[in-house]
C-alpha cells in the first residue's frame, strides 16, 4: 500500500541537512569578529573575489550584498535603463526580472528549451527588437544555457550578454566555468545556493572596465584607486568581511561536493529513466561539469492516469521531498495586476504599455514544464547510493501502485520551495 493510503512510507531518515558546516567555519566567522575589520578594511572579501572568480575561469570577481544586487548592478554596469528591454526566460525566479524592473527597463520573457528548461536560443533571437539592450539566459538548476549559441546571437546583434549563474556554481561549458563567457555574470551565495554564507553575491567578468564599474556601483559610488572620488551615482551593496570568510572557509568543500552531486546525479537520472513516464531533463553533451542545485524530472501525467500534484504530494508521503517548481514567470502575482502594462511605468518606457500584455501570454514549453517538471534539492544528491536508491525505489513504487492515485485530489499544492 501507498503511504499516501496509510501504507509504510519507503524513507523514514532525513536527507543529509543544509548547510554542512564544522567548526572550522565557525573559527573562520569568529576570527573577523575578534580582528574588529567586519566591514571595510578587512582582506576576506578581497580574497573571495580572486578565489571564487579564479574557480569559474574569470579573470575579475565583484562580491555583493546578494544575487540580485549583482543582477541588478550588473545591468546597471551593462548602461541598460529605461525604454531598453532586456530578454529573459520566463522559467525563471522573479529577481531575474525584478533586476530589469529595478533599472526602468522592460523584461520581455521568451520560451525555454524543453530538454533543459534553460532560455531557447532560437525563441531569445525572435524576441530581440530595436529597443533590446540585453539578453540573461538563466542556468536553471545549474545546467548552462547554450552559450554557443548565446555568444553568437549577441555579437551579431550588438547586445550585451549577462549569464543569470545565481544557481551555477561550479558549472562548466566545454571546460570553462560558466559566469565567465557572458560581457559579465552573476552569481548568489542566499542559504539554499551549493556555497553559501546566507546572504551574497558575486558579479564576475572578464572586462577590467566593466568590473571597476561594478566595484563603484557597489561601493557608493567610488571608483577603485581614485580616493573615494564618487564618478557614478552608486549603492551601498557591499558583502561583509564575516560572509566572505564563512565562503572561503565554504569553498574548501565545493569542489569534491560538487563531484559527489555529478555522480548521484548521473546514476539516478539513469535509474529513474528506467520508470514508465519519467524523464530526467537531459544533459548537454557540452557540459563538462553540472552544478546541480536541482535535479529535475519530468512527470507524465497522461502515461500514469495520474495529476502531477497527487504525484508529488504521493512521493513526499513516500519521505522524498520533492515540489513542482516554478510557474511561468508572466503568471506571477508581481505581473498579474498590471495586464496590459509593466510593474514599473517609468518615464521611457512610452508605447510599451500597450504592446505587453503578461495577462496573455502563453508560452507552450513554459507551461508544460510547470506542469511537468519535479525538483529535488541539491542537499539529497549529497547522500548515499542507498538515498538514490530510495528515490527511484519510491517512483518505482508509486508506478506500481498508481491505481490507488487514479481520481485522487490533491489535499495540498506542492508548490515552489522558495529556493531564491
Known sequence: ?????????????????????????????????????????GQNVAEIEKRFAAFQDASYGVATSNGTSSLWLALTALGVGPGDEVIIPAYTFIATAAAVLQTGAVPVMADIDPDTYCLDPDAAEAAITPRTACIIPVHVAGHPADLDRFVDIAQRHKLALLEDACQ???????????????????????????????????????????????LAYRNCGRWEGSSGTRRVLGYNLRMTEMQAALLLSQMKRLEE????????????????????????????ERTTRHAYHLFIFRFDSEVWGVSHDVFLEALAAEGIPCSRGYVPL????????????????????GDHLAKIDYQQMFLPVTEKASSEAVWLTQSMLLGTKQDMDDIVTAVAKLWEGREQLVGRRPTRRMGYAGLA
Request: a neutral charge; glycine letters at 12%; aromatic letters at 10%.
Open 257 to 284: 561536493q560538487t563531484r559527489l552531486r555529478n555522480e548521484n546525479a548521473l546514476y539516478l537520472a539513469e535509474k529513474l529513466s528506467e520508470i514508465e513516464g519519467i524523464r530526467p531533463l537531459k544533459r548537454d
Open 168 to 214: 551555477a556554481h561550479g558549472t562548466q561549458w566545454k571546460g570553462r566555468g560558466v559566469g565567465a563567457y557572458g560581457d559579465l555574470g552573476t552569481f548568489s551565495f542566499q542559504s539554499s545556493k551549493n556555497l553559501s554564507c546566507g546572504e551574497g553575491g558575486m558579479i564576475l567578468s572578464n572586462n577590467e572596465l566593466l568590473a571597476d564599474m561594478c
Open 330 to 349: 508572466y503568471r506571477d502575482p508581481t505581473f498579474i495586476p498590471y495586464g496590459r502594462s509593466c510593474p514599473a511605468a517609468w518615464p521611457g518606457i
Open 1 to 41: 500500500m501507498l503511504a499516501i493510503a496509510g501504507g509504510t512510507p519507503v524513507r523514514q531518515r532525513p536527507f543529509p541537512k543544509w548547510p554542512i558546516h564544522d567548526e572550522s567555519d565557525a573559527q573562520a566567522v569568529a576570527d573577523v569578529i575578534r580582528s574588529g575589520f567586519w566591514g571595510l578594511g
